[in-house]
């Protein structure tokens, strides 16, 4: 069984009523299903229900979302036009610590690779464009989902490198944040053409990876985002 943390949306309805509900991209069950998983969404419940829900899964996938706030890595909001859900931020650190004290694996989407950072003490780049204004680098791609936007180098000695086993890759991006300094027990293991790092992975526990990218939405054709779900999934048996 593989946990996957969900988003809350929050509509409007009639009436003044409002509606809430759990909502999670259809690429990740797809892709868990495929690599010979079963998926399981898990709702954003309180910091105590962590360690019973992780011992019912197998493994945890953290997704992508809303921005990690400023705060969970030591800094100010920059811009306050980006959202920000502390609940879901200190809910999924709930969730990766008891997953990790269980010995459970671990894969990090964009969002989730960003927490994992933050867990470990590690900070973030806020915003990309403000950081690195002449990049030519493409970190909000215009092409579709699914194709890849720029290049990556990997680490050949590294969990990522293992698994792929490629040098390097072109990977899709849609994000304004990134990685910065890496926390104290992780390292980097791959970087865009600009510089900034593009995965982190901790080499002291059963399977902690956390990549930049949404493989998820590359998977249906592509064969290293396909690798990458095999692999997490196999280390939950």
């Known amino acids: ?90 809910y999924e650190l709930a969730l990766l610590k008891e997953a990790l004290k269980q010995n459970k694996p671990v894969l990090g989407i ?17 915003d990309i464009e403000a950081k690195l204004p002449k990049s030519k680098t493409k970190h909000i791609q215009e092409l579709e989902p699914e194709k890849g936007t720029h290049g990556i180098t990997i680490c050949q000695n590294s969990i990522l490198y293992r698994i792929l086993k490629e040098p390097s890759l072109v990977v899709n991006s849609f994000h304004h944040q990134a990685v910065n300094q890496v926390g104290k027990g992780l390292k980097a293991s791959s970087w865009t053409e600009d510089g900034l790092i593009e995965s982190i992975e901790g080499t002291e526990f059963k399977f902690l990876v956390g990549v930049q990218w949404h493989p998820e939405i590359m998977s249906g054709n592509d064969l290293a985002s396909q690798l990458l779900f095999q692999r997490f999934v196999e280390a939950t048996k």
Do not use: W
């Open 1 to 90: 069984m593989i946990g996957i943390s969900s988003n809350l949306l929050t509509t409007p309805l009639p009436d003044t009523i409002t509606n809430q509900r759990y909502h999670l991209s259809t690429d990740y069950i797809r892709s868990v299903v495929e690599a010979g998983g079963l998926p399981m969404i898990l709702p954003q419940l309180n910091k105590k229900a962590a360690k019973e829900i992780v011992q019912k899964i197998d493994g945890l996938i953290l997704s992508g979302g809303l921005d990690v706030h400023p705060s969970t890595y030591q800094q100010q909001i920059q811009d306050e036009s980006y959202s920000y859900s502390v609940e879901r931020d200190q």
């Open 110 to 126: 964009c969002r989730g690779a960003q927490l994992i950072n933050s867990a470990f003490g590690g900070n973030l780049v806020a």
